[in-house]
């Protein structure tokens, strides 16, 4: 108790923010080279003029066809600010689990690569991450200073730092999202709404009225009914079946799927799949449809306004039905990391220094082409956006101190985002990141079982009381009890 309270006390202290992958190949050094965009690297240095081209892989919609001239904008920008240009390589939605996982294990060229508490701490034990502990305080000053003490503590694996955390809503907050036309029509009770049984009634009353065809539920294979663990730390374990109850505190690990909150969520959501109320093509479906008559989110109050322009719908109304909470992996839900083998290193942290601190640049990575994707309402400061296809996530890219308000969001959105982080109810693990260096093969395995299952329970495509026990089984023998014995012993090495 006494690290966590130690911990926790420097969050109270601290405030975080707001939620909205690289090594080029050939010849070059730290220094230099010209890397073009398929990531081919020509001879020369920066020192003779020749401006490098970073790699950025990171997660997204389809790319529009303006994609290339606002990149080239920023490039512009950027090139004379700190003689550095981007490649921005997005991997859908979709495709990024398995785009990522390619590029890591095959050592494909990058520089920079967008990475979360589900992915990060494996891809650190695989060495494909530089340790930047001692390299982003002397190459990247301002962006040290900036990011808090405590947000660079939860980065951390084995007390070293792997990426730069993206400062915005560490904690997590989860959001029903409707679409306030079917609210109208039949008359939902927003207030009442609590709980994932709340809904029932709801969905259905939105099924008899608008037909056989209409699903008020519409989910994807990647993330199903999104929220569904969030009572649950997965110790950035990022894997969602392992965890310990975030109010626990004896911090016991436990297989999540058959604890009965989780399997009564899974029940109803398996019965909504049956009755026409989910999509039927939920675990296949690879990206979701515009306009969603409801959608569930971690976000953040003014959220709506976005997610408005993105669905094109009038008006979204949000419902807060969980947190504020901190874990951990709360913390390592947004970070970008640099390829051990970059020959640009230095580079990398220059231009994620920029993009933290650069409020110009930040908003362009955010919100696309000046003038065609958003204008300018109040200078950097306030923006409003007039095309939907933009398509990085904010949240992946930076911070948002220094992001601009949508114009329609609240003035203060981002006081409330930080109040939201300071009201935060700490997880019984807070500050505990499992270290799997000696357990790689059991992770490794373990998450092929997970994501064999994973799409048909979190989409209630098949009966979780014939899936579960398959699931436990299948993990057992890939390894989970080893998991969960190292993960309790380090647990109570940690809380002494």
Known sequence: MKKRGKFFSMFGTVILLMSMLAACGGGGSDTGGTTDSSGQTDNGSANSGEVPTLVWWTIGGQVPSNFDKAVEAMNEYTAEK???????????????????NTIVNTGEPFDIMFTNSGKYNQQVSMGAFADLT???????????????????????????IYSVPTYKDSSLTQYWIFDDTYVQKYGIDLNSIKTLSDLDKPFRDMKAGEGKSYYP??????????????????????????????????????????????MENLTLLHQWYQDGIVN??????????????????????????????NEGVEKYDMVQVFGPLYTTSTIQGSLNAISANSKY????????????????????????ELGVDYNSVDGEKVIERVSDTW?????????????????GAPEDQWEQVRKLNEEATPSSTLGFALDISNLTTEVANTKA????????????????????????????????????????????????
Do not use: C
């Not at 989910?219 to 990022?238: I, K």
């Not at 436990?254 to 909150?261: A, I």
């Not at 996530?393 to 949508?406: C, D, E, I, R």
């Open 217 to 262: 539920l519409s989910l994807t294979q990647g993330d199903g009914f999104p929220g569904l663990f969030n009572g649950y730390d997965d110790l950035t374990l990022g894997l969602q079946p392992i965890g310990v109850k975030v109010d626990d505190e004896s911090r016991k690990v436990v297989f999540t799927l058959n604890q009965p909150d989780i």
């Open 134 to 160: 001692d390299l982003v305080q002397s190459e990247s000053p301002e962006l040290y200073k900036f990011i808090p003490e405590t947000v660079w503590d939860g980065a951390k694996i084995g007390g070293k």
């Open 449 to 496: 079982v997970w994501d064999k299952y994973k799409a048909e329970l979190i989409t209630g495509a098949s009966d979780p009381a014939v899936i579960v026990p398959k699931v436990e089984a299948e993990m057992k023998a890939a390894g989970m009890d080893t998991i969960v014995q190292a993960a309790q012993e380090q647990i109570e090495a940690y809380f002494k």
């Open 280 to 309: 039927p093509d939920a675990p296949t479906r690879g990206e979701a449809e515009k306009a969603r008559p409801f959608f569930s989110a971690q976000a953040f109050p003014g959220a709506e306004a976005n997610y408005q322009i």
């Open 391 to 407: 398509p990085l996530a904010a949240y992946t890219q930076g911070t948002f101190f220094n992001l601009a308000v949508t114009k």
């Open 82 to 100: 700190i003689g550095v240009k981007i490649d921005i390589r997005v991997a859908s939605w979709a495709d990024w689990d398995t785009k990522i």
């Open 345 to 368: 290193k230095n580079e990398a942290l220059k231009y994620l220094e920029l993009v933290n601190t650069d409020p110009k640049l930040r908003n362009m990575l955010a919100f696309g």
